[in-house]
């Protein structure tokens, strides 16, 4: 059982990870005069100074060596940096080009794909409830595929590189400052890469448009890391089933952002697909909470059980004692 300051802090740091996540849309918004190409590329470049820097600070090396002696996990967070690279790169566009709310959808889709991804490459298997939360997020996807159409592409493509960036992510076993570190590492050379290209080309907007754009750009890598650490110090602080209702702030905050803020567009057919992805995520959620307090009532029970057995035992022993002592 965790302390109750140590739940009120992760709650803390869980409440500004994804309130931060949430309204990153406002911070692209205000690069809307730059490429989202070039805005991506300065995130990444960015961010490995960021990383740096972090690492200085808490005196963390000691992962690097042994790291290098795993060509398989290097691969593996090679893929998970060019997945979330597509995944940041589509939400910066997606910002740029009013969708916000197409890409909050996305968002709210991913721990429906999640457990698609478990039951297809980790076999998982699914509960009656989890079965049905996903038959409602298929049909959520039909019925707003024919009201855009088409398929809502953004949407599923956010999703499946998110869930897919999970998926490595726990093949990887990397700690979250670790793993930012050498996805950014990665993702470095290529991005600069794209800005000398861009600058050679007279194309760049970091020198054009003035010193707070220049700021804002610098600034992304920071945006970048700050809700990750604030993410990694809510989870060794709070239960996962806790960590899993938070998540849905991010999306959820996306969407008033693009309804209230970004004044997008909301038909009906629009918001019958986001009511039934709604419906599945309360479904996925009441029968997460219900999972865990059964699995909680099940090892209490097996302690006080344990308990039981101990207790007689130890009254079994003292009365052999006890006889033992009359009897001499």
Request: proline content about 5%; aromatic content about 10%; glycine content about 8%.
């Amino acid at each position: 059982m965790q302390p109750s300051s140590q739940t009120r802090t992760g709650l803390v740091f869980g409440l500004a990870a994804y309130g931060m996540w949430g309204l990153l849309p406002l911070y692209w918004h205000l690069l809307e005069s730059t490429p989202a190409a070039e805005t991506l590329a300065h995130r990444m470049v960015w961010s490995l100074p960021t990383a740096v820097a972090i690492l200085v600070l808490l005196r963390r090396w000691g992962w690097i060596r042994p790291l290098l002696k795993e060509p398989r996990r290097i691969g593996l967070l090679f893929l998970a940096a060019s997945v979330i690279s597509v995944n940041w790169g589509l939400f910066i566009w997606a910002v740029a080009n009013d969708r916000v709310i197409e890409a909050s959808l996305g968002y709210f889709i991913n721990p429906l794909v999640s457990i698609a991804f478990g039951v297809l490459l980790l076999r998982e298997r699914l509960r009656r409830t989890q079965w049905l939360a996903v038959a409602i997020g298929v049909l959520a996807v039909v019925v707003l595929s024919v009201g855009y159409g088409q398929l809502p592409w953004l949407s599923i493509v956010l999703a499946f590189s998110f869930a897919t960036y999970g998926l490595l992510k726990k093949r990887v076993q990397l700690d979250g400052v670790e793993s930012f570190s050498t996805e950014t590492a990665m993702q470095f050379l290529p991005a600069l890469g794209v800005l000398l290209y861009l600058g050679s080309r007279g194309e760049a907007t970091f020198a054009t448009d003035g010193p707070a754009h220049a700021l804002l750009l610098a600034c992304t890598g920071i945006a970048t890391a700050l809700p990750l650490i604030f993410f990694g110090a809510a989870a060794v602080r709070l239960p996962l089933s806790t960590i899993g209702l938070l998540q849905y702030m991010a999306p959820a905050f996306m969407f008033v952002l693009g309804l209230l803020v970004f004044h997008e567009p909301m038909p009906a057919e629009r918001w019958a697909g986001f009511g039934l992805v709604w419906a599945a995520l309360v479904l996925l959620t009441w029968d997460a909470l219900r999972h865990a307090h059964r699995g909680r009532a099940e090892l209490r029970a097996r302690a006080a059980e344990a308990a039981a057995t101990a207790a007689a035992g130890q009254a079994s022993s003292e009365a052999t004692t006890e006889s033992i002592t009359a009897r001499q």
